[in-house]
């Protein structure tokens, strides 16, 4: 199993950014892929997950309303569009896959 997010980057605040996670090694489209983000001195948390044919999502209620993720199975890829983004979005963000298997982030800082 093999994660790998790309995307990450230098933003100012209202800025948007997409994160994408390919992922290869296992049947991609019969898992729930989730986005986790952890910040400097802060635990791993819960941004975003997504269920193998895309029909439920949900969400942090810190990112409710400005993140979006969505997934092509075709491409075996997971995407978090992120969208009026705030400098405490500032983290590295880690694609997840059931049984632990994470990629190996890539970081998001939101500053002017």
């Known amino acids: 199993v093999q994660l790998v997010e790309s995307g990450g980057g230098l933003v100012q605040p209202g800025g948007s950014l997409r994160l994408s996670c390919a992922g290869s090694?296992?049947?991609?489209?019969?898992?729930?892929m989730r986005w986790y983000r952890q910040a400097p001195g802060k635990e791993r948390e819960l941004v975003a997950g997504?269920?193998?044919?895309?029909?439920?999502?949900d969400y942090a209620d810190t990112v409710k309303g400005r993140f979006t993720i969505s997934r092509d199975n075709a491409k075996n890829t997971v995407y978090l569009q992120m969208n009026s983004l705030k400098p405490e979005d500032t983290a590295v963000y880690y694609c997840h896959r059931f049984g632990g298997f994470w990629g190996q982030g890539t970081q998001v800082t939101v500053s002017s």
């Open positions: 090694g296992f049947t991609f489209s019969t898992y729930t």
């Open positions: 997504i269920s193998s044919d895309s029909r439920y999502k």
